[in-house]
T-cell receptor, first 115, second 111 residues
C-alpha cells in the first residue's frame, strides 16, 4: 500500500537552531498538508498545497516557519529559529479527492523536541 | 469558541460495553464530517464519514444533527483493540479546504 513518507522520524535540537522536515506524498496526490500536533491535542493545520501552490498558510507562523513544494511533489517544512514551544509532532498528509472526501493519508510524522 | 469541540475523556470501559462520543462544531455552514482514529504514537487514520441520515459500519454508528451542530460516534460491543483516540473532524467550507480536527477523545477498553 502506498504511503506518505516523512523524515526524520525524530529530531532533537536546541532552541535557536534550524530544523527541516521532508515529506513525500502518495504518488499522484495533488493536495499536501502539513499539520502540527501537540501532545494531547488534535492536529492543527500549518499549510496546505495544491500542486506547487499554497492554498492556505494562514496558521503558519511565517516569522520562523516556511514551507515549499517546488515541483508539486515532495515538500519541505523549515523552522528557523526553533523555540521551546515548537516541540510537537509534525504530520504530513496528502489527498487526491480533496477535503470533501475526508480521506487524508498521513505519514508517521516527525517528532520534534526543542531543548 | 473552538471550531470543533470534544470531550477529551478518557473513557475507561469494560470489554463488551457500548460507548458514545460527542462532538460539536461552531460553523453552521460546515459541509462534511468525519471520525478519525489515532492509536498511541501513530498517525490519524480515517475511521468513517458521517452522513446526514446516519451511517453504520459494523459495530460503529455515526450520526449528524445539523440543527444542533452535533456529531456522535457509537461503538457497540467494545473490543480491547478499540482503545485509541477518536478525533472528530469537520470540513468547515465547501471544496478543497483544510479539515479541522477536534482535540480527540481517548478511549481505553479494559479486559
Amino acid at each position: 500500500e502506498a504511503e506518505v513518507a516523512q523524515s526524520p522520524r525524530y529530531k532533537i535540537t536546541e532552541k535557536s537552531q534550524a530544523v527541516a522536515f521532508w515529506c513525500d506524498p502518495i504518488s499522484g496526490h495533488a493536495t499536501l498538508y502539513w499539520y502540527r500536533q501537540i501532545l494531547g491535542q488534535g492536529p492543527e493545520l500549518l499549510v496546505q498545497f495544491q500542486d506547487e501552490s499554497v492554498v492556505d498558510d494562514s496558521q503558519l507562523p511565517k516569522d520562523r516557519f516556511s514551507a515549499e513544494r517546488l515541483k508539486g511533489v515532495d515538500s519541505t517544512l523549515k523552522i528557523q529559529p526553533a523555540e521551546l514551544g515548537d516541540s510537537a509532532m509534525y504530520l504530513c498528509a496528502s489527498s487526491n479527492g480533496g477535503a470533501n472526501t475526508g480521506e487524508l493519508f498521513f505519514g508517521e510524522g516527525s517528532r520534534l523536541t526543542v531543548l | 469558541r473552538k471550531e470543533v469541540e470534544q470531550d477529551p475523556g478518557p473513557f475507561n470501559v469494560p470489554e463488551g460495553a457500548t460507548v458514545a462520543f460527542n462532538c460539536t462544531y461552531s460553523n453552521s455552514a460546515s459541509q462534511s464530517f468525519f471520525w478519525y482514529r489515532q492509536d498511541c504514537r501513530k498517525e490519524p487514520k480515517l475511521l468513517m464519514s458521517v452522513y446526514s441520515s446516519g451511517n453504520e459500519d459494523g459495530r460503529f454508528t455515526a450520526q449528524l444533527n445539523r440543527a444542533s451542530q452535533y456529531i456522535s460516534l457509537l461503538i457497540r460491543d467494545s473490543k480491547l483493540s478499540d482503545s485509541a483516540t477518536y478525533l472528530c473532524v469537520v470540513n468547515p467550507h465547501s471544496g478543497n479546504t483544510p479539515l479541522v480536527f477536534g482535540k480527540g477523545t481517548r478511549l481505553s477498553v479494559i479486559a
